[in-house]
């Protein structure tokens, strides 16, 4: 079988970076993108950078961004996130993620952001899509919660995390979506879940240790196990926690194929999603027709958009 690659494209990168020429999409595709940041404690700096980062993807023609876990806050202490954290429709971060989607007529999906809990002293891991009207139109909250101990590297999320329980997909002018969160990626099963997936993301905080590991690896196996468009925006740096996280945002193509990448600091990963290419992928090697092995389902989500209502003619 020959199959045609999707051309690769251009990066932006560091600070004042110019975002390069690149060629335009073509027809029938669609451009996204995959904000990598390195973000700190303070949340208004965080959204100052995430907006300088929006801006460049909006530049270079990106219609669709993800960006990465608490991209919002990475923070010295658990208390802090609780701190921030926001009732569901409310605050600063979520006024934000409206704004800018809402500004660009872009669907942004902020890659995770602390939402209130049902205790005190947690939070929910809480992916929120907004669509091109600022209009919230879907929201996840991460189910698989990260542990790690090697000795000198110790991370153990339950205790600031409330996992969710519901597997959420959106349907979109780009085709389905499916949503999850960093460690999320290691549970396959979680994947097979989502009914009929086009584009699945995973916006990420890796671990240094883990990430250069492994991460590279299961996104690949993601997108070629379900033949989908995975884009997996990440946090990549040093944090003024002493946290080192691991980059390497991609976006990965249904066939394992890197589209693009960006190793480490801000910055924007950029390509073209062809619904053509992945349905002759699909026709060509029909692998999601021959499962006969079901895993046990939790709920599942199916988001559709509602339309806007039309307003009536005014009587005067």
Known sequence: MTTKKPAKTSVARSKGAQVKKTTAPQ????????????????????L??????IELAVEA????IVLPEFFCIMAMKDSYVVKAREAEGHGPIQAFLSRMAKKHKIWLIGGSVPLEASVANKVRNSCLVYDERGKQVARYDKIHLFGLDLGNERYQEAKLIEPGDKVVVINSPFGRIGLSICYDLRFPELYRAMPDVDIIVVPSAFT?????????????ARAIENLAYVI???????????????????????????????PRGSGIVIANINPAYQTSLRKSLPALQHRF???????????????????????K
């Not at 895993?295 to 307003?311: D, F, G, Y």
């Open 232 to 262: 997996a925006p990440a946090q990549g740096g040093y944090h003024l926690s002493g946290r080192e996280t691991n980059g390497d945002s991609m976006i990965v193509d249904p066939w394992g194929v890197v589209l693009d990448r960006l």
């Open 61 to 64: 023609g990106a219609r669709l």
């Open 208 to 220: 240094a240790t883990t990430g250069r590991a492994h991460f590279e690896t299961l996104i690949r």
């Open 27 to 46: 027809a029938g595709t669609v451009r996204v993108a995959a904000i990598q940041m390195a973000s700190g404690p303070s949340v208004p700096a965080n």
């Open 293 to 315: 092995i079901t895993c046990q389902q939790i709920e599942v989500e199916v988001v559709e958009r509602r339309a806007v209502a039309k307003r009536e003619p005014s009587s």
């Open 48 to 53: 100052a950078e995430t907006e300088r980062l």
